[in-house]
């Protein structure tokens, strides 16, 4: 906990004092994408990549502006992308994730596939450390996050889910390697208990939290870390609790976030995503 907090504490320091003359470089094709390259990158010394997913109806640019990650990829050295969805026959944008979420339409759309052949892309023109790329994901985009975490396990060393849902069925999420898990949901967030997409019930916060800790083979329960994060500024005190379980397969984190009176897209305060990015940064794949 106090590692990860002052990780934290130094990245906010670099924004402050780091001048940036960083890239941002367009990836062509039929879904084009472009991707932030830091500052501070050197062919010869791999960095991590970090790959963020919007919500149902909203582009990538829309999800940067929110939780603002180019500047904590230029301080902290990674390479950044937050690609689009596919717009869908209600002129909104998806992730075609899980059965339940979000691809309302036929054919289906592989995004899957997609994602994946954006860290390859990427991965053939930089120096990606293999070893830490990851995925954040928010609402449809965590569905995203965590159905990549259930089918590319050994490529992605850890995901992100802010306020997002898996599968129904625990069964199929069916990982190849052990996978470090974050789940991050508001307690005011109309699908904490459970989401309904198209009638149907879709496991919530708590619940998709200890399906991973079984799909871990986590072996000590979930408790509550002493320490508390202020992620909201428009909540009182240290809001969110940090909850962990144990034991889990190649000792890999499943954590869960509790953010005490947020909702579905909670208030940002500048320490959200230092915090995400140094939880992000001490967990690469083993």
């Not at 509550?224 to 144990?246: C, M, N, S, V, Y």
């Amino acid at each position: 906990m106090k590692v990860r907090l002052t990780v934290a504490v130094a990245l906010l320091s670099l924004l402050s004092t780091q001048v940036v003359h960083a890239a941002t470089v367009p990836f062509a094709g039929s879904r084009p994408f472009n991707v932030f390259i830091p500052s501070t990158y050197e062919k010869s010394d791999p960095v991590p990549l970090v790959i963020a997913l919007s919500g149902y109806g909203q582009t990538g640019a829309q999800l940067e502006n929110y939780l603002h990650l180019t500047s904590m990829a230029q301080s902290a050295g990674f390479i950044y992308v937050h690609p689009d969805g596919t717009i869908d026959q209600f002129g909104a944008r998806f992730w075609s994730a899980t059965p339940e979420c979000c691809d309302f339409q036929k054919p289906p759309v592989n995004d899957a596939a997609y994602i994946m052949s954006i860290i390859k892309k990427i991965s053939s023109r930089y120096s990606v450390d293999p070893k830490r790329i990851y995925v954040i994901g928010h609402s449809n985009g965590g569905f995203m996050a965590n159905a990549l975490a259930c089918k590319y396990s050994s490529r992605i060393a850890a995901i992100i889910n802010i306020a997002g849902g898996s599968f129904t069925s625990v069964a199929a999420c069916k990982p190849n390697s052990p996978i470090n898990i974050l789940q991050i949901w508001g307690t005011k967030d109309d699908t904490y208990a459970y989401n309904h997409i198209r009638g149907k019930p879709i496991p919530g916060a708590e619940e998709t939290f200890s399906n991973w800790g079984a799909i871990e083979n986590c072996a000590t329960p979930a408790t509550a870390l002493p320490d508390k994060l202020d992620l909201d500024p428009t909540i009182p005190g240290d809001e969110t609790t940090i909850f962990q379980f144990g034991g889990c397969t190649d000792d890999v984190s499943v954590d869960f976030w509790r953010i005490d009176g947020a909702g579905h897209s909670p208030v940002v305060s500048p320490f959200f995503a230092s915090e995400m990015v140094a939880w992000l940064m001490t967990h690469p794949k083993q």
